[in-house]
């Protein structure tokens, strides 16, 4: 068990008083020979190919996570940003909405049960830091009242929807990949903002990326910018790669279902080398990539240093260093 207080101050998102940034991704529980079942050692690999590439969130994306996944997290300290199923309602990605209209009240009871659900199962996990009502939706009068119920049932975690419209009166500000306007939008929003989804993995023209491989390093490239970024605008709370894993698995009759080869890791959680890039974008010990000034003789060497752990000082931390044939290590306390 553990013990943390959620609470959004002067537009920041604080933990136990301390204001916190997310960097993480999305995730689904998949496997490739048993589907939406994931044996429990699976989803440990998940967990600590998370912790590998320095992220420190994980957002369930779609999908109420099992829960064997919720204690993982517990047990290591994972934000995690909980969400139940409801998805593109009020959209035409769903053929139903053609013909109806999401905010018909015949259709509440629908949205209203997943989100209870979540919350009476959950609640008690201390690693989950948020409620997320519905992904990639259409907001209206219904989600508006499920954002009340849900407050009075548990006002003690923020909320948070997607497509969050600007003028909402959610906890947080919960956008999909971003684009210029909306980093402009970031920067003077009174809500923390969070990008759920975000950099979505090369993955979509693989005939692109058989002929030239590069093109994993040339988003790397553009993700360290991106993440630079929002690292530079103290509003947005964070962002999720969209995705940890890919969503591909066997069925029975030899069927292969789910949405795609979309991961950071396969479905046997084998790395990608997209991994790479996104474990040294959020390294949270930020050394200057670039040349330095040469000291004057007898002058000590000096590296600017910046620390982007949350609550760990460098004093925590052993430091490495070799130049020549020369190497050892040293103590500095950088809060």
Not at 77 to 101: I, N
Request: net charge negative.
């Amino acid at each position: 068990f553990g013990f943390r207080q959620v609470e959004i101050r002067e537009g920041r998102f604080h933990l136990n008083g301390q204001p916190i940034r997310l960097r993480g991704t999305s995730r689904q529980d998949s496997h490739p020979l048993m589907g939406r079942t994931v044996p429990p050692e699976t989803q440990k690999q998940d967990v600590e190919w998370t912790l590998w590439a320095n992220c420190n969130n994980a957002y369930t994306c779609a999908f109420l996570p099992d829960e064997e996944f919720l204690e993982l997290c517990d047990e290591v300290g994972l934000y995690v940003m909980d969400e139940p199923g409801p998805c593109w309602v009020g959209t035409p990605a769903v053929d139903l909405w053609k013909t109806e209209h999401f905010d018909d009240p015949k259709y509440f009871p629908y949205f209203l049960q997943p989100v209870l659900e979540m919350i009476e199962r959950d609640r008690s996990h201390p690693s989950v830091i948020t409620w997320m009502l519905a992904d990639e939706s259409r907001f209206g009068k219904s989600f508006g009242q499920v954002a009340k119920i849900v407050r009075a049932t548990d006002p003690s975690r923020p909320i948070h929807f997607s497509y969050d419209p600007l003028d909402s009166t959610f906890d947080l500000a919960s956008w999909h990949y971003p684009y210029p306007k909306q980093f402009a939008q970031a920067e003077v929003s009174k809500r923390p903002v969070i990008f759920d989804q975000s950099a979505h993995v090369y993955c979509s023209n693989m005939s692109e990326l058989m002929t030239d491989p590069g093109l994993r390093d040339d988003w790397g490239r553009q993700y360290a910018a991106f993440w630079e970024k929002i690292w530079e605008t103290p509003s947005i709370l964070g962002a999720q790669v969209f995705n940890l894993t890919d969503d591909v698995f066997l069925m029975p009759s030899g069927q292969v279902l789910g949405y795609g080869d979309w991961g950071l890791i396969d479905y046997w959680r084998r790395a990608k080398p997209d991994l790479w890039h996104v474990k040294k974008a959020h390294t949270p010990i930020k050394i200057q990539d670039g040349p330095i000034p040469l000291p004057a003789a007898g002058a000590p060497v000096e590296i600017p240093v910046e620390n982007r752990y949350d609550f760990t000082d460098l004093k925590d931390v052993r430091i490495e260093w070799a130049l020549g044939d020369e190497s050892g290590t040293l103590e500095t306390r950088i809060p």
